[in-house]
Structures are given as structure tokens and as C-alpha cells.
């Protein structure tokens, strides 16, 4: 099987990809770990087509979606300025979603994805990178790891009616 992985800069009009993609690798993460209810909720608030267009529109947020040919098979979300969710840190930029299908998972999209976070912190003169990512995610907490992330703090998650522990990351970045 040959992959033709590219990445774009999503607009308004992806809105409705990122909706689906979104929505179901947010499901194949989480949901054997959460009840039917909470996933549903979460999904429905959190990647509603109003909801996405509105963090589309936000100037300190950028998201790119990963292609391969016509299949969006990931997606990431990056954040600076006033726009980072649990830290306004001046010399940073919050990764808030990096989602990979789990079909193309171990295939060097996560990478790609991670590459461009770290390009765009470089254009902006950032010296740090971090995120939030479930404790349980032992997964994405060993990708994380093994590209120079050390946990540094841990922030209560509300999924539905659980609250979740997450593991705040951080990287620290050469800017030339």
C-alpha cells in the first residue's frame, strides 16, 4: 500500500472533515474507556460544525489537517497567545490535539504532525512546545516521550460526568 501523507492548513469550509475526523479518533481513543453518554456529549459540544468554525476563526490557533490523497487521516491543533487553554505562557505553543486514525497510526503521520507544531514554534520565536495528554494514553504519552516531551504538571480533564487526570508535557525548543 503507497501513501501520498501531505499536510494542509484547514480553512472554514473543512470544518465538516474536521467534524468527522475529530469525532471519531476522539471515539477510538477514548470511548472503550467511557461511558456511551459521556463520549456523546463531549463529541457533541466539542466538535459540533458551530463550534469548530468558531476555533477555526481564532487568530492565535492554527489546524492542519493530514492527507492521504483524499482520505484526512490526522489532524492538529496548535494554539499560542490567549488562545492556549490551561497556560497563557508568552513563549510558547500549546498543542491542543494531535489525532492520528488508527489505521495510520505507527506510520510517521504523528511525526509529521509533531514536525509541523515544531516549525510553526520556531516561526514564531517560541522556545517551548507543550500539551495535555490522559495518563491512561500510554501510547501517545510514550510518542510524546520518545520526541523530548518531559511531564511537568498534571490538570483535572472533564469528560461527562468523570474527571480524568492529565499529564502536562513540555519541550523545550532551540530558536535560531
Known sequence: MSFEIYLQEARLVDAPVLQKLGAKTFYDTYGPYNTEEDMEQYIAQKFSIDYLRTELSKATS?????????????????NYGTAQTDLRLVDALEIERLFVIPAYQGKQ???????????LAQDLQKNNIWLNVWEKNLRAIRFYEKNGFQTFNKHLFKLGTVVQTDLMMKRSLEVS
Open 109 to 119: 503521520v504523528g511525526k509529521l504532525l509533531l514536525q509541523k507544531a515544531f516549525s
Open 62 to 78: 492554527q489546524n492542519f489537517i493530514a492527507w492521504d490523497k483524499d482520505k484526512a487521516i490526522g489532524y492538529l491543533k496548535i
